[in-house]
């Protein structure tokens, strides 16, 4: 298959993302079982090891997130073959950052990304957040 490489979105080394894995990372930032900024991680690695820290932004690209361990050390490489256990949740206020008609406008805007993309993860995480609006316009 060809590669099918982000229009805006770049890797911290300025490359486009491939378009399935962009929204895989994207999907995962969206996921509220997986760590947020602030919350307490434990990193298991395939060779046993452990360490324990916190999930911080780190700079970057939408893959800028990383482990600052109890030791004060910096873990990058938690991507996959990584298992992330949230240990505890920072508190995260929800932001009210749109009004009603700008959150429509939105959810409109990801049912057109879905369309135009509707044979590949970016789509289909598209249809899933604009579902998530309108659920939440809702209720």
């Known amino acids: ?52 820290g916190r999930w911080e932004f780190i700079g970057g690209g ?9 030791d004060g050390r910096v873990h990058t490489d938690v991507a996959r073959g990584v298992r992330r256990e949230v240990i ?12 009603r008609d700008e959150a429509l406008v939105v959810a409109r805007l990801l049912e057109e990304l879905a369309g135009v993309y509707e044979d590949e993860q970016l789509g289909v995480l598209a249809r899933q957040l604009a579902n998530r609006v309108y659920g939440r316009l809702d209720s």
Do not use: C, I, K, N
């Not at 939408?62 to 109890?70: C, E, K, P, Y």
């Open 62 to 70: 939408v893959d800028a997130f990383g482990l600052l361990a109890d």
């Open 1 to 52: 298959m060809a590669t099918r490489p982000t229009a805006v979105a770049r890797s911290a080394d300025g490359r486009p993302f491939e378009r399935d894995e962009y929204a895989a990372m994207l999907a995962e930032q969206a996921d509220p079982s997986a760590p947020g900024e602030g919350d307490r991680v434990r990193l298991s690695y395939d060779d046993g090891g452990t360490v324990t």
């Open 88 to 99: 505890e949740r920072a508190e995260r206020p929800r932001l009210a950052l749109l009004s």
